[in-house]
């Protein structure tokens, strides 16, 4: 029981991880004739860059320029972290369904 | 091994290794298309220190989807000792033989790797072309090559079941002819 709650738990953390980076790619493909959600979707893509510019110029400073802009580099940053959680998620799932399908296939054997 | 230690242990390997190989499967699908559709995507036009994050992202995934892939080999090694031991007792000759399920299994490995590493290579070539599409044609002609020796591998461990087979039956056959030939 322990191992399917420790399975829901990193399946949940898996969506919460991956579902921004989702809701971001899809922002810019949606194509409404409503105002409201027009206008929804621009405050959002806004928040986002605003943040980004935000961080990006507060770091500024501290990035050696043959490195790149400090813009490149915030986002690249996010989307590589993105990725390497979104691995390190997939790999403890695997662990944990290993374990319970070890589990039951024992039980099946007894 | 008996023909029920066999049948029983097959049936043991069956049950632990597929629902495995079934997650281990989605998950590395799972990873692809989080690379290829939002991943890869969104960090084309970035890069840091000259190396495009695109680049990055897809190695990232080409390892992981790897390291699942070999984590699952073990899995369907095991499920094809036990598709084979099935085989052996259910298709082959009296008396599953040690030799006979080895040769089965053989079969069975090298038809079930090379599916394997063909569907692997479509999932790892579309990630390869984002780094370098040299090498997903050089890596294409190697895994071409392994496929032919193990395809011939498999197909001459069948041929010498069939042999074995084949004299089993002749000799069946001339026991009967010689049976025969006493009565009249």
């Known amino acids: ?110 | 091994m008996t023909e029920e230690e066999v049948r029983i242990e097959s049936k043991r390997e069956i049950y632990d290794s597929f629902p495995k190989l079934v997650v281990y499967v989605s998950i590395a699908i799972l990873i692809y298309l989080f690379a290829i559709l939002v991943f890869i995507p969104l960090g084309h036009g970035f890069d840091i220190a000259g190396v495009p994050t695109a680049t990055v992202i897809s190695a990232i995934a080409i390892i992981s989807v790897l390291v699942l892939l070999w984590r699952s080999s073990r899995e369907i090694k095991d499920l094809c000792d036990a598709i084979g031991g099935l085989i052996a007792v259910n298709v082959g000759r009296e008396g599953a033989s040690d030799e006979e399920v080895a040769h089965y299994q053989k079969a069975v490995k090298g038809i079930v790797y090379v599916f394997a590493v063909v569907i692997t290579f479509l999932f790892i070539g579309s990630l390869l072309t984002e780094i370098s599409e040299g090498a997903a044609g050089i890596l294409l002609i190697l895994i071409f090559l392994w496929a032919v020796c193990t395809l011939y591998s498999s197909g001459m461990a069948i041929s010498a079941e069939i042999e074995a087979t084949a004299n089993e039956v002749a000799q069946k056959l001339e026991k009967g002819v010689a049976k025969k030939e006493e009565e009249y």
């Open chain 1, 1 to 110: 029981m322990e191992s399917i709650n420790k399975l829901l738990l990193q399946i949940v953390l898996l969506i919460i991880t991956v579902l921004p980076f989702i809701a971001y790619t899809e922002l810019g493909k949606i194509e409404s004739t409503s105002e409201p959600i027009r206008n929804a979707v621009e405050v959002i893509n806004n928040s986002i860059y605003n943040a980004i510019h935000f961080t990006s110029a507060m770091l500024e400073p501290f990035i050696p320029p043959e490195l790149g802009t400090a813009h490149d580099i915030v986002l690249s940053c996010i989307l590589i972290a993105g990725m390497l959680l979104t691995v390190i998620l997939a790999v403890l799932i695997v662990r944990t369904s290993a374990n319970i399908i070890t589990e039951w296939a024992m039980g099946k054997d007894a």
